[in-house]
């Protein structure tokens, strides 16, 4: 039985002592919430704490892009033990941010949850090791300790992916769970690599001086971050959610010609004053960020991942009870032109 991403992150963020901040609530369906009456209201779930990763969100908000596409968007960071699909699946949530493979797993537990677009082309899930590791294909993590998180989300996922397209298990190394302590397990020498994510973990452990280097998964068969919605939205609502992917698509474009305003868009977003220390740091993963966005060419939220090839695995890896029907799983009904 697959431990719920509940459990795992309310034990794993009361020993890591993270401190998170909650945001603000979704509106009412009326006109309560304080914004135009004649839109139709979402509230968009950003996970747990702000971020430079949420920029494309934040720059939507601040431009007024939503609005622009003739929806009443709230932004809204999960609290720290709530759960990734729990929001969306009580009506507190309308769209949530999550991985393709999060999502098909949440749909085999009985979230009716369907991701609506693509945000990242490609998986941002690496193994992480010091720059001086012997360690520089998977294959080589033969024998080694290797951290993640907990037995799920997308470092885990990632992780299963990874050793079987190396053609390894986990009997052929040392996995251990740490929680969210990547960085503190690597530097002190705990593990010999750990998993994270190669645009967001890398530039903080390097701005801490550990310096690393992310080693890629190789042809996993995983589908990363995008925006999921319900079956009853997309049916009640599809109107409201076109609006949001192509407002979304719209600040998208805009980080990749400029990366900076991604930047500052997540600044503005922060509470407090981002000193230039941490400037610097949201600058690196905003450069790393924009590739996982791909090239553009085709129009922004298109699903180009292997979701049939993921479905087999979840299930085989026994992440899913069974097969999730991969036309269940996404759809491409709100991408692009009308």
Not at 41 to 68: H, I, K, S
């Amino acid at each position: 039985m697959v431990v719920t991403r509940r459990q795992m992150i309310a034990a794993m963020t009361a020993a890591a002592g993270l401190v998170v901040l909650a945001g603000c609530s979704a509106g009412d369906d009326g006109d309560g919430g304080g914004g135009d009456a004649d839109l139709a209201e979402l509230t968009l779930g950003l996970t747990y704490v702000p971020n430079v990763q949420f920029a494309p969100f934040y720059l939507a908000e601040q431009n007024g892009y939503f609005t622009d596409a003739g929806v009443d968007v709230t932004l809204r960071h999960h609290g720290e033990s709530e759960d990734l699909f729990g929001a969306l699946t009580n009506g507190t949530e309308d769209v949530v941010v999550a991985g393709g493979d999060e999502m098909m797993q949440a749909r085999d537990q009985d979230v009716p949850v369907v991701d609506i677009a693509t945000l990242y082309t490609s998986y941002p899930v690496a193994l992480i090791v010091p720059t001086d590791s012997d360690i520089t294909a998977p294959a080589d993590l033969d024998g080694h300790t290797v951290g993640v998180p907990g037995p799920f989300g997308e470092t885990y996922f990632g992780l299963l992916a990874m050793l079987q397209a190396a053609n390894l298990t986990e009997d052929d190394v040392q996995v251990e769970y740490i929680g969210f302590t990547q960085q503190d397990a690597l530097s002190a020498g705990h593990v010999d690599a750990v998993m994270g994510y190669s645009n967001n973990d890398v530039p903080q452990f390097a701005a801490t001086g550990l310096e690393v280097r992310a080693v890629p998964l190789g042809d996993v068969p995983l589908v990363g971050i995008g925006l999921g919605s319900t079956d009853e939205l997309l049916t009640s609502k599809p109107e409201a959610l076109r609006a949001v992917v192509q407002a979304v698509g719209r600040a998208v474009a805009d980080i990749v010609a400029d990366p900076e305003a991604g930047v500052d868009a997540a600044a503005e977003a922060m509470p407090g004053t981002v000193s230039d220390e941490q400037r610097a740091i949201m600058s690196a993963t905003m450069q790393s960020t924009v590739p996982l966005y791909g090239d553009l060419s085709v129009p922004f939220g298109t699903h180009t991942g292997p979701w049939e090839e993921m479905s087999a695995f979840l299930a085989e890896s026994g992440l899913t009870e069974q097969p999730v029907p991969a036309d269940e799983a996404y759809t491409d009904a709100l991408v692009g032109a009308e």
